[in-house]
């Protein structure tokens, strides 16, 4: 292995600060507020920094490892997302199939083909391939109850945790004229920008909030959050140029496309979630729910800021 | 050597149940201590004593041993390997006019060396759409014997549409194991009494009793 480039190092050095930083102010104010674990919201802040510890650790080592690396951990966070997503779907007896060829081939399928950089069939594979298999797979069991609303939940279960969610590696894959090796701090850049933004839309929230956007989906978001997060993120964003094939102003640009869809992405998600009648997808992240609740934002701005980078500066 | 291969086969079981279910405990009536129980669960796959077994702290893991069929689990030799020395299953025959011992005391014997069990009171797996089937009347005679032992009820959730009968690959859903309070036999309570009291307290724990 070669080492890795000065710039992803300057980033995770960064990260490293960052998150020692939160860790001391979280130790702080358990001290202060909550020494007997009472205040709920002080042990939700520190069960969170323990989890962005895990993550920052794991995300660091997938980027140090290159394409290898990184496309084994959003394997991984796509077959997470799946099972949290297909366990609350309707799925029934004459599905089994049908979702365990999701599982076990259309899963490791797609993620092959973005590891051997295949964009002509990655691309595809699962909006044209992966759905019209499914139904047919479906449907060679005879059970028609439900059949259409069974089919589009399967489906697009996998349209959100595995095509969206590996189109995060497939950034690799872009052959930018003057970036070369340095690809993974495009990884670096989307998902700090998607993660800042729900950090400084929580933060602004919290400070200013008053008009609820959207109160039936999801009553923590506010216009004032809302704003002050996208404008934030995105000067984190316009900063972080540096470590990116863009000038600020491009930078800029990308943050707030990125911001806009990984907003709209939780509130979709947040709707799904209302209909189900649940809080979080899942429970293996403490402090943040479950992987979906965690990617939503990252899964929505994914192959966007993919197809705007590619269009834009690759030559591929 | 044989020892170290039970223990891996163990914890490759507990690994592939994790990865399949990222299952997950609740402990709501009960805390997960050394105490003795009997733990009793709903039935509905091959794999449910698996997940009870992963969702159990380690050191309670090896002092648990779940009751099951001899007819099915002494089938082949993998299945009398897990069945018998991974899970240290007691394996009891189900059909009374073979049977040379009686399940109720195989039972007694391993509570008396000192195992907590856990047990299917259903008898057989549910593969019908009512969430629980009537219960048999092993845990009343088994409540009778040893009335000191705690028995708690434990619901199973997911885990048929993980694996249906007659499927033999997964689909990775998530599971969650919930443990509710103990109950024990009352003096002069009946069989019939303290079934339903039992059968009852299994299906609270069920999600499907909070929603409508």
């Known amino acids: 292995m070669t080492m890795p480039h000065p710039d992803l190092v300057a980033v995770l050095a960064g990260l490293l600060a960052v998150l020692i930083a939160a860790s001391a102010i979280g130790y702080a104010l358990q001290r202060r507020l909550s020494p007997d674990g009472s205040n709920a919201v002080v042990e939700n802040l520190n069960d969170r920094i323990r989890a962005w510890w895990i993550m920052v650790v794991l995300m660091g080592l997938a980027l ?13 966070c796509s077959f997470a997302a799946l099972r949290e997503f297909i366990t609350l779907t309707n799925t029934r007896r004459a599905d089994h199939w049908a979702l365990a060829a999701g ?93 800042m933004s729900d950090v400084l839309q929580y933060v602004w929230g919290k400070l200013l909030g008053r008009t609820k956007i959207a109160p039936r989906l999801s009553p923590s978001k506010t216009v004032e959050g809302f704003v002050g997060g996208a404008l934030s993120a995105t000067a984190v964003g316009a900063g972080l140029s540096w470590m990116t094939p863009f000038t600020p102003l491009q930078a800029a640009f990308l943050a707030l496309v990125i911001v806009v869809m990984g ?36 899964v929505f701005s994914a192959p966007i800021f993919f197809h705007l980078v590619r269009y834009g500066w690759s030559t591929t | ?111 008396d060396a000192g195992s907590s069990l856990i047990v299917f009171p259903e008898g057989t797996r549910n593969t019908t759409d009512a969430r629980l089937l009537p219960f048999k009347s092993g845990l009343f005679h088994l409540a009778q014997a040893r009335p000191n032992v705690a028995l708690v009820p434990v619901w199973i959730d997911n885990l048929n549409r993980v694996m249906p009968k007659g499927e033999f690959v997964p689909v990775p859903l998530i599971c969650t194991v919930t443990f509710g309070a103990a109950l024990s036999l009352t003096e002069a309570e009946t069989k019939q009494d303290f079934l339903a009291r039992a059968e009852a307290a299994l299906l609270a724990l069920s999600p499907k009793a909070s929603t409508p």
């Open chain 2, 1 to 111: 050597m044989r020892e170290a291969g039970i223990s891996l086969a163990g914890t490759l079981i507990v690994f592939f149940a994790r990865f399949i279910t990222a299952v997950r405990g609740r402990w709501d009536g009960v805390a997960p201590t050394d105490e003795q129980r009997i733990y009793f669960a709903n039935h509905a796959s091959h794999g449910d004593f698996v997940l009870i077994w992963t969702v159990l702290p380690r050191r309670m893991r090896f002092a648990t041993r779940p009751v099951a069929g001899s007819d099915y689990w002494l089938k082949g030799s993998l299945r009398r390997f897990i069945g018998r020395d991974v899970f240290n299953a007691v394996l009891i025959d189900r059909d009374p006019a073979t049977r040379t011992s009686d399940p109720v005391v195989q039972m007694t014997g391993a509570l």
């Open chain 1, 64 to 76: 140090i490892g290159g394409k290898t690396g990184v496309t084994l951990l959003f394997a991984f």
């Open chain 1, 263 to 298: 907003f709209f992405g939780g509130l979709v998600m947040s709707a799904i979630k209302r209909d189900r009648g649940i809080k979080d997808w899942g429970h293996l992240i403490a402090g943040h729910g479950g992987f979906l609740d965690r990617l939503d934002s990252v």
């Open chain 1, 103 to 195: 599982f076990f081939i259309m899963l490791p399928v797609q993620y092959y083909l973005i590891w051997i950089e295949w964009y002509g069939l990655y691309s595809i594979f699962i909006p044209v391939y992966a759905f019209l298999l499914m139904p047919i797979i479906a449907a060679a069991r005879g059970d028609t109850e439900h059949f259409l609303v069974r089919i589009a939940e399967v489906q697009w279960a996998l349209m959100i945790c595995v095509f969206c969610t590996s189109h995060v590696p497939a950034l690799l894959s872009l052959d930018i004229p003057g970036y070369q090796g340095r690809n993974v701090l495009l990884i670096a850049f989307l998902v700090i920008v998607v993660q």
